[in-house]
Every structure is written in C-alpha cells, then in structure tokens.
C-alpha cells in the first residue's frame, strides 16, 4: 500500500470517527443504556451539564466503563468494520426520530445478532493479543496489537482475497 493511499484511509476514518462522535452526541439518551447521548444533555432551567448514566449490559467489556469509554471503542469498532451504529444496535420501538432524524438506539438490547457475533470477535482479539505475548515472551506493550481493522479494513465482512 501506498504512503498516499495510507493517508486517503487515515483521512476517511477520521471522518468516519468524527460523523460517529456528533451522531453520539446529538441522538439523545436512549433508556436501558443506550449508546446516544454519552456526552450528557443539557438539563432545563440551569444550562448546566446532567451526569450521562453508566453503560448497561456490558459482557466482554469491564463493566466499570465509563460512557465515554465505551462510545469511544465503538467508535473504534465503527471506523474498523465501515459500519454505523445501527450495525449492531436495534433502534428503539416506537421512538421518534430525533432533531438529526436518526431514531434513538437501544444500545443495551441483545436483538442483533451482529452485536452476538461482535462480542465473540472482542473476545477472539483479547485472546490472540493475550496469547500473542505471551508465546513471544514479550511485554504486551511491546507487541502490535490486533485489532478490528487489522481484518476488516472498513469492511463489515473481512476480504480474505
């Protein structure tokens, strides 16, 4: 692959990362846990700043996460597989679409089975980045690390061609 070609990819996941973050932050909190409106809503009256709630039903992930640090993996997880949120998550029923048009997500429903095969595969890259280590007898900080993008390359279904 070409320097030039590397930077168009650099340039296009950046994009793709930085349309993720406003969608996040303009969708608006989706009850159960939802992945919209991690950045906290403007409440009424004060104009200050609501506490977003800690993330529900997270199972690979350490469920000490912060909002913020989930929806920045996910962020990850979109810029690595070329995919919007709604990839993995069910959009909420019966929910109106929001002031951007997007109906809210149910980030916490298990419907999907994308998000089943999702954390199978984070389990998957946890292991091979674990056992990669160890069988080099290495750091982990010193060994490259697999991640999404490393077989998908922005796309949903990995090219093994």
């Given at each position: 692959m070409t320097k030039r070609r590397i930077v168009s990819c650099g340039i296009l996941l950046l994009g793709v990362f930085m349309a993720c973050s406003l969608l996040a932050g303009q969708a608006g909190q989706a009850p159960g846990g939802g992945a919209q409106g991690q950045r906290g809503e403007r409440g009424g009256g004060g104009g200050g700043q609501r506490a977003a709630p800690p993330p529900?039903?997270?199972q690979v992930l350490p469920k000490d996460m912060t909002r913020q640090q989930v929806v920045q993996i996910m962020q990850q997880f979109t810029m690595g597989l070329g995919v919007m949120c709604n990839y993995c998550h069910v959009e909420m029923a019966g929910a109106q679409p929001g002031p951007n048009g997007q109906i809210p997500l149910d980030a916490a429903s298990d419907d999907k089975q994308t998000k089943k095969t999702a954390r199978v595969m984070m389990k998957m890259v946890n292991d091979v980045n674990n056992t990669?280590?160890?069988?080099?007898?290495?750091?982990?900080?010193?060994?490259?690390?697999v991640q999404c993008v490393t077989c998908h390359r922005g796309s949903a279904i990995p090219k093994t061609q």
């Amino acid at each position: 692959m070409t320097k030039r070609r590397i930077v168009s990819c650099g340039i296009l996941l950046l994009g793709v990362f930085m349309a993720c973050s406003l969608l996040a932050g303009q969708a608006g909190q989706a009850p159960g846990g939802g992945a919209q409106g991690q950045r906290g809503e403007r409440g009424g009256g004060g104009g200050g700043q609501r506490a977003a709630p800690p993330p529900t039903n997270l199972q690979v992930l350490p469920k000490d996460m912060t909002r913020q640090q989930v929806v920045q993996i996910m962020q990850q997880f979109t810029m690595g597989l070329g995919v919007m949120c709604n990839y993995c998550h069910v959009e909420m029923a019966g929910a109106q679409p929001g002031p951007n048009g997007q109906i809210p997500l149910d980030a916490a429903s298990d419907d999907k089975q994308t998000k089943k095969t999702a954390r199978v595969m984070m389990k998957m890259v946890n292991d091979v980045n674990n056992t990669f280590s160890s069988q080099l007898g290495k750091p982990a900080a010193d060994v490259v690390k697999v991640q999404c993008v490393t077989c998908h390359r922005g796309s949903a279904i990995p090219k093994t061609q």
